[in-house]
């Protein structure tokens, strides 16, 4: 049988009526023909490959992409990338050294937010309402209601969410002055006009009565001076006599 010459230690050969060639090492790939066969003409019908080393192959997470720039070849860069909305924990880049990568690859995890740092970004006097609240670390998308303290009331969207670089998404937001609602009963004969639940400093508001109803007092007209009212007791609705 024809044998054939190689100078590589690392290739194992096995004869029949071809060349069957694997490599020795695990850790090391074949680079050429797995097998050649003897011609007719007394010559091999192609060259021995060579045995060299490579890096494994890196398992992808869930959320995790790896893109090689040479396979699995010494010298190769593997990229690390990971998919929006979540977040590379690690390097972004490995190197194929001697059969080893030069990192192990990152972990892909959903963006969080500090409890802490929405205090920083809220304006004045606007608060989180944390009922049910147990953690100081909260998940990506979370939402966050917003209210005002004690005496003022909210203007604009009452939200803070949490989105994907990890701070707090908040809307055009404050907490403004204002008086409530000055007829209380909702059964009472006093109207007023505009009728709110909220209204801000300098708002004004006029009374009337019911039909068949006149008001007790010449107070026919009020002006919210910041969280109180102009007039401190409102005029009452009596039966109109004739």
Same mark, same amino acid.
């Given at each position: 049988?024809?044998?054939?010459?190689?100078?590589?230690?690392?290739?194992?050969?096995?004869?029949?009526?071809?060349? +069957?060639?694997?490599?020795?090492?695990?850790?090391?790939? @074949?680079?050429?023909?797995? @097998?050649?066969?003897?011609?007719?003409?007394?010559? $091999?019908?192609?060259?021995? *490959?060579?045995?060299?080393?490579?890096?494994?192959? +890196?398992?992808?997470? #869930?959320?995790?992409?790896?893109?090689?720039?040479?396979?699995?070849? #010494?010298?190769?860069?593997?990229?690390?990338?990971?998919?929006?909305? &979540?977040?590379?924990?690690?390097?972004? @880049?490995?190197?194929?050294?001697?059969?080893? $990568?030069?990192?192990? *690859?990152?972990?892909?995890?959903?963006?969080?937010?500090?409890?802490?740092?929405?205090?920083?970004?809220? *304006?004045?006097?606007?608060?989180?309402?944390?009922?049910? =609240?147990?953690?100081?670390?909260?998940?990506?998308?979370?939402?966050?209601?917003?209210?005002? /303290?004690?005496?003022?009331? +909210?203007?604009?969207?009452?939200?803070? &969410?949490?989105?994907?670089?990890?701070?707090?998404?908040?809307?055009? =937001?404050?907490?403004?002055?204002?008086?409530?609602?000055?007829?209380?009963? &909702?059964?009472? /004969?006093?109207?007023?006009? *505009?009728?709110?639940?909220?209204? @801000?400093?300098? #708002?004004? =508001?006029?009374?009337?009565?019911?039909?068949?109803?006149?008001?007790?007092? /010449? =107070?026919?007209?009020?002006?919210?001076?910041?969280?109180? $009212?102009?007039?401190?007791?409102?005029?009452?609705?009596?039966?109109?006599? #004739?």
């Amino acid at each position: 049988m024809m044998r054939i010459s190689v100078r590589n230690d690392d290739l194992a050969i096995r004869y029949t009526n071809y060349a +069957l060639f694997s490599c020795k090492d695990r850790d090391k790939q @074949r680079l050429g023909p797995r @097998r050649i066969a003897c011609l007719s003409n007394g010559s $091999w019908s192609d060259s021995p *490959p060579h045995c060299r080393k490579v890096c494994e192959l +890196l398992r992808e997470t #869930e959320g995790l992409r790896i893109l090689y720039t040479h396979g699995l070849d #010494e010298g190769s860069i593997a990229i690390f990338h990971c998919f929006a909305p &979540k977040l590379r924990s690690g390097v972004s @880049r490995a190197t194929c050294k001697e059969g080893q $990568w030069t990192d192990h *690859p990152p972990t892909c995890t959903l963006p969080s937010c500090s409890l802490g740092k929405i205090f920083q970004v809220l *304006p004045e006097n606007v608060i989180p309402v944390l009922d049910g =609240v147990v953690s100081d670390t909260l998940p990506f998308n979370f939402t966050l209601h917003l209210t005002c /303290e004690e005496g003022l009331r +909210l203007s604009g969207i009452d939200t803070a &969410k949490c989105i994907s670089d990890g701070s707090w998404q908040i809307s055009r =937001v404050q907490c403004v002055t204002g008086c409530p609602n000055p007829v209380k009963t &909702k059964d009472s /004969e006093l109207l007023v006009e *505009p009728d709110k639940d909220f209204y @801000r400093f300098g #708002e004004s =508001v006029t009374l009337a009565c019911s039909p068949g109803y006149v008001l007790s007092s /010449e =107070v026919v007209r009020l002006m919210c001076l910041g969280s109180n $009212w102009s007039e401190t007791e409102l005029p009452h609705c009596e039966e109109e006599w #004739e």
